[in-house]
């Protein structure tokens, strides 16, 4: 097994693919759905959303304690690539921080966009086919149904779709090590 191959697989084994991040990913997303049923003003709901997707790290921190995930993995370099990976997805945020003010009611869609986009790169790093369609179906259900449906049908879908796909991150993640 050549080098690459083997930090790669340090990190599913230590990472557990970022299942953490993923089942975090469900706490957010359900929080999302939950100011999506207040009463209030569209743009208080949007920095609600905003608000929202600040608890991903904190959550998934948690989530890693209970999962005896290695959160960090200081001593393997790909985990500061898997970083990198994250950290687009936030230049990516202000898209949506412009679809704000602008077209207030797309940019939960928006943002669901980025989250789906975001976890392609991922797919490389796992080696996980489960990212890889996972990034495709969630950017392209997100596209749908926000043009065709209100931000609370999106957040519903975006809940049942990321449960979807962390338990095939799951099953992916147990065929893998045994």
């Given at each position: 097994?050549?080098?690459?191959a083997?930090?790669?697989?340090?990190?599913?084994v230590?990472?557990?693919?970022?299942?953490?991040?993923?089942?975090?990913?469900?706490?957010?997303w359900?929080?999302?759905?939950?100011v999506?049923?207040?009463?209030?003003?569209?743009?208080?709901?949007?920095?609600?959303?905003?608000?929202?997707?600040?608890?991903?790290?904190?959550?998934?921190f948690?989530?890693?304690?209970?999962?005896?995930?290695?959160?960090?993995?200081?001593?393997n370099?790909?985990?500061?690539?898997?970083?990198?990976?994250?950290?687009?997805?936030?230049?990516?945020?202000?898209?949506?921080?412009?679809?704000y003010?602008?077209?207030p009611?797309?940019?939960?869609?928006?943002?669901?966009?980025i989250?789906g986009?975001?976890?392609?790169?991922y797919?490389?790093?796992?080696?996980?086919?489960?990212?890889?369609?996972?990034?495709?179906?969630?950017?392209i259900?997100?596209?749908?149904?926000?043009?065709?449906?209100?931000?609370?049908?999106?957040?519903?879908?975006?809940?049942?779709a990321?449960?979807?796909?962390?338990?095939?991150?799951?099953?992916?993640?147990?065929?893998?090590?045994?």
């Amino acid at each position: 097994m050549d080098q690459l191959a083997m930090l790669k697989e340090d990190c599913i084994v230590k990472q557990k693919r970022g299942i953490h991040i993923i089942l975090a990913s469900i706490v957010v997303w359900s929080g999302i759905l939950v100011v999506q049923l207040l009463a209030i003003p569209i743009l208080t709901k949007n920095l609600l959303v905003f608000i929202c997707t600040a608890a991903l790290l904190p959550i998934s921190f948690v989530v890693s304690r209970f999962i005896n995930v290695d959160f960090q993995n200081k001593a393997n370099p790909l985990t500061k690539l898997g970083m990198l990976f994250s950290t687009n997805q936030l230049l990516y945020l202000l898209i949506a921080m412009w679809i704000y003010p602008t077209i207030p009611n797309k940019m939960l869609m928006v943002l669901a966009i980025i989250f789906g986009a975001h976890l392609l790169p991922y797919s490389w790093l796992y080696n996980s086919r489960v990212y890889l369609v996972s990034s495709i179906i969630i950017s392209i259900l997100a596209l749908f149904v926000g043009l065709n449906f209100t931000p609370f049908i999106l957040a519903l879908v975006m809940v049942g779709a990321v449960v979807v796909f962390c338990i095939a991150l799951i099953f992916e993640h147990l065929r893998r090590i045994k």
